[in-house]
């Protein structure tokens, strides 16, 4: 049984969705979720799932190993990033090679980097006037955004779309196929 570790700093639908699907398969499980808020809502949603959640701080995050050493007591084998916006430290992509995987709500090498998260891609999405947008899943590498991509899907933009409904959009892409990019990557 293969042991993924989530990181999230947000509300976390995307963490809930891939807790219920390995939920339901033999292969893998979600073991914690780790999050750099405390009052993230993303801690209320995997303690009703009965997943273990853990908070760590940036100076644990950056100056410690203290991230590492809970990674490796978890024995994680893949590292997902959903929603979690500080940078990965170089340590962290050493001990753990192809192994931090990010979900990214553009289609990289648009509208990523560091300050695009949230609803500030779906803004730019639509003063660009693009007329597609979608998802992409890719490794994580020291740069915001820049590792080797695994997976994209589209979406279409409507001129009539707001950021919001963009963003709706988008996420269902994401419940759609994150869960089973991570199931292949750990295949
Ligand atoms: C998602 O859109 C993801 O692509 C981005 O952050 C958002 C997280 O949403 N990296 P949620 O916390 O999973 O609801």
Known sequence: MKRIVIFASGSGSNAENIISFFSEKPQAEVVA????????KVLER???????????NKPAFRESDAVLRLLKGLEADLVVLAGFLWKVPCYLIEAFPNKIINIHPALLPKYGGKGMYGDRVHQAVKENQET??????????????EGAIIFQAKTKVDPSDTPETIAQKVHQLEYEHFPKVIEKVLS
């Open 33 to 40: 979720v780790l999050t750099n808020k405390s009052s993230a």
């Open 132 to 145: 597609e947008t979608g998802i992409t899943i890719h490794y994580v590498n020291e740069n915001y955004d």
């Open 46 to 56: 995997c303690d009703r799932m009965g997943v273990p959640g853990f908070y760590f």
